[in-house]
Nanobody, 122 residues
Framework: QVQLVESGGGSVQAGGSLRLSCAVR????????LAWFRQAPGKEREGVAV???????SYADSVKGRFTISLDNAKNTLNLRMVNLSTEDSAMYYC????????????????WGQGTQATVSS
């Protein structure tokens, strides 16, 4: 079982930046893929970035070069640094934990946080 709690959302203007964090608590030594997803109103939940147990990182094409995912093992915290934000980045952002083979498919992730809202205004 994995508990995930996001924080750090907020409102910024286009071109601004936000940093999201997700506290990760696992009841075992199993190593998980950890990912960020987002969901805008009326749209499907989409994968944004993932870091798998061997350290490999993948990003959705829409955020490459602007978003940075990182894992602070000492603090058991997953982070997402977002810069040069646009209104299209406005969404509820979720962190998720899944098996080591999971990438950016939401159906691969059994554990989810409650989400944190990021709103970008023009």
């Amino acid at each position: 079982q994995v508990q995930l709690v996001e924080s750090g959302g907020g409102s910024v203007q286009a071109g601004g930046s936000l940093r999201l964090s997700c506290a990760v608590r696992a009841n075992s030594d199993i190593r998980y893929s950890l990912a960020w997803f987002r969901q805008a109103p009326g749209k499907e939940r989409e994968g944004v970035a993932v870091i798998v147990p061997d350290g490999t990182i993948s990003y959705a094409d829409s955020v490459k070069g602007r978003f940075t995912i990182s894992l602070d093992n000492a603090k058991n915290t997953l982070n997402l640094r977002m810069v040069n934000l646009s209104t299209e980045d406005s969404a509820m952002y979720y962190c998720a934990a899944g098996p080591r083979w999971a990438r950016l498919s939401r159906n691969s992730y059994p554990f989810w946080g409650q989400g944190t809202q990021a709103t970008v205004s023009s």
